[in-house]
C-alpha cells in the first residue's frame, strides 16, 4: 500500500506543477456537494454534520479566487438525507475586488440500497450575476453567483473501494449581467448571458494508507452541453463558440479522522482537458480546499 500511495502523491505532484497555469478546472456548483464526491469517510453512525471549508484558486486574467462554504447535513431515516450548504465567494486582480454571499444548495438524497444513492435538488441564487462598479456591470469573472436558479439531479454508486457519480446541472433561469466587452479586452461579453446545462461522471478510488488516513484520487469529466449565449451591442442574441464541450479534472482528496466526531480533509483540483471558452467566470488553473468536519 505504500507503494501505492508514494506513486500517486509524484503522479499528482508532477500533475500540479505542471498544470498550475492551465484552465477549466471548476463547474456550476454540484461537483462540491458531498453526495456527489464519493470521499465520505468510514465511521460511527451520527445523525447530523457541520462543515466549514475554505478554499484558494487562480482563475484567468490573473484573477485570484478565495470561497469559503458552510454544510449541514441531516439522516432523518436510513433511506433519507437532506443537505444545506451556503457559500462565499470573493475575487481580486490589482487591487480591484468584488465579493458577496455566492449560493445556496439545497438537496435531498434517498438511499436505493447501501450502495445506490438518488440525489434532487436546488441551487439558489444570492444575486442576479449583475454586480457592478461605479455603475458599470461586472464580467462574469467577478461576479460571485451565476445568477441562476438551477436544477441538480444525480445518482451515485459505490463499489468496494470505488465510487461512481453521475449527475446533471440545469438553469431553471438566467442572470441580469449586462457586460459588454470593449475592443481588445481579455474578458468576455455576456450581455444578456444565457448559461446551457452540465453534465458529470466522477470516478473515485479510496485508498487507506494508515487507520486515520485516506486518500482519494479522482477523475472528473464535465460536460457543458450546449455552447452560451449573449446580446450584442445590436441587440442581436449570438452563441459564445467553443463554450460547451469538455473539461477534465483531477481531484485528490487526503481525509485524516481526529476521532470518531472530527475529521479534515485537505483537496487538491486542476484540469488536463479544458472547453475554448469559459465565459462564466469559473475558470480555475487549481484550486485548493482544507475543511473541517464535525458529526453530531
Known amino acids: 500500500m505504500s507503494r501505492i500511495f508514494k506513486s500517486t502523491v509524484l503522479i499528482f505532484a ?91 444548495y439545497l438537496t435531498a438524497s434517498y438511499s436505493v440500497n447501501s450502495s445506490v444513492k438518488i440525489i434532487g435538488g436546488l441551487k439558489i441564487p444570492f444575486t442576479d450575476g449583475n454586480l457592478k462598479d461605479n455603475g458599470f456591470a461586472l464580467p462574469m469573472d467577478f461576479q460571485p453567483s451565476l445568477g441562476t436558479l438551477d436544477l441538480i439531479l444525480g445518482t451515485s454508486k459505490s463499489y468496494k473501494n470505488w465510487a461512481f457519480v453521475f449527475a446533471y446541472q440545469q438553469p431553471l433561469t438566467q442572470n441580469n449581467n449586462e ?3 470593449t475592443s481588445g479586452s481579455d474578458y468576455i461579453s455576456t450581455n444578456n448571458f444565457k448559461r446551457a446545462g452540465d453534465i458529470l461522471l466522477r470516478t473515485s478510488y479510496k485508498l487507506n494508507i494508515a487507520d486515520k488516513f485516506l486518500i482519494t484520487p479522482s477523475l472528473l469529466p464535465i460536460y457543458h452541453l450546449a455552447n452560451d449565449k449573449f446580446t450584442d451591442v445590436d441587440d442581436v442574441e449570438k452563441e459564445i463558440k467553443g463554450s460547451n464541450g469538455l ?50
Request: hydrophobic residues 40%; contains cysteine.
Open 179 to 181: 457586460f459588454l466587452a
Open 14 to 104: 508532477v500533475f500540479f506543477y505542471q498544470n498550475i497555469f492551465s484552465q477549466g478546472c471548476s463547474d456550476a456548483g454540484f461537483c462540491t456537494l458531498e453526495n456527489f464526491q464519493g470521499t465520505a469517510t468510514d465511521s460511527i453512525s451520527f445523525s447530523n454534520s457541520l462543515k466549514f471549508g475554505a478554499n484558494i484558486g487562480a482563475a484567468d486574467n490573473d484573477v485570484s479566487v478565495f470561497g469559503s462554504y458552510l454544510e449541514y447535513s441531516r439522516q432523518l431515516n436510513a433511506n433519507w438525507e437532506v443537505l444545506a450548504k451556503l457559500t462565499y465567494l470573493s475575487q481580486s486582480v490589482d487591487g480591484f475586488s468584488s465579493s458577496s454571499l455566492a449560493d445556496a
Open 247 to 296: 473539461t477534465l479534472n483531477a481531484n485528490l482528496y487526503l481525509n485524516y479522522m481526529i476521532n470518531q466526531r472530527n475529521s479534515l480533509e485537505l483537496s487538491f483540483g486542476s484540469p488536463l482537458v479544458v472547453r475554448d471558452k469559459r465565459p462564466d467566470g469559473l475558470t480555475r488553473g487549481f484550486v485548493a480546499n482544507l475543511e473541517y468536519k464535525i458529526s453530531f
